[in-house]
């Protein structure tokens, strides 16, 4: 347990939910040093975050009140210092681990966000919203 809206799911990665004060903010509260994710866009919604070491990380593997975090990603913000987050959508067979069974979604230098993925285009068509499952946290 981190505080009583976080709670650390193992190691360098933490589940958040934020009170509506925080959610009437147009800025993210995600800390320097980690990649976050919301389900909502404009930062909005259940969090995931990720610190400490770069890693590959399966959306699908974290659970929230509300499902799995996998294909529910509205916004981002890369707090981390250098580097390059990128995301993946699964296509759905083989290895998860192994990125040729994904599509580049889109990619967040560190010191970058994204309040609203319905405006960015996915690298495999359409937008970006609602199709990550896969993410390099740097």
């Not at 993210?28 to 259940?46: A, D």
């Amino acid at each position: 347990s981190v505080s009583e809206r976080s709670v650390q799911i193992r190691s360098g990665v933490t589940v958040t939910v934020h009170s509506q004060a925080v959610l009437n903010q147009s800025a993210s509260w995600c800390l320097s040093g980690y990649l976050c994710l919301f389900e909502h866009s404009q930062f909005g919604g259940f969090e995931v975050s990720f610190s400490g070491s770069c890693r590959l990380e399966n959306l699908g593997s974290i659970q929230y009140s509300g499902g799995w975090f996998n294909d529910r990603i509205s916004s981002l913000d890369n707090m981390r210092s250098g580097g390059q987050a990128r995301f993946y959508n699964y296509k759905g067979s083989g290895d998860w681990r192994n990125l040729n069974n994904s599509n580049l979604v889109i990619v967040a230098n560190g010191g970058t966000y994204r309040r609203n993925l319905t405006q960015d285009t996915s690298f495999d068509g359409g937008n970006a919203n609602d199709k990550i499952d896969i993410v390099r946290t740097c």
